[in-house]
């Protein structure tokens, strides 16, 4: 049995150990892209769903990025 994902799922998962890298430390969009190999613009699409569920915390502007929430430790997958 092989276990696939979307594109989008596989980029949501990297996304997530990126950020748990980075121990609460804000990561900009177009570093945290640069990363885990996708564009700014895809990542935009990829971190809403992360943020609604309250796993990411996300902060706009020159000085945005994304972060881990303190819930994002009980998330399992």
Not at 3 to 23: I, M, P, T
Not at 29 to 56: D, K, N, Y
């Amino acid at each position: 049995m092989e276990l696939s994902f979307s594109r989008r799922s596989e980029l949501a998962l990297s996304a997530l150990k990126a950020l748990g890298r980075a121990d609460g430390t804000k990561v900009g969009r177009a570093h945290l892209a640069a990363e885990i190999g996708t564009t700014p613009s895809f990542l935009a699409q990829v971190m809403p769903p992360m943020v609604q569920a309250g796993w990411v915390s996300s902060d706009r502007g020159p000085g945005g990025g994304y972060r881990l929430t303190p819930a994002a430790a009980d998330i399992r997958v």
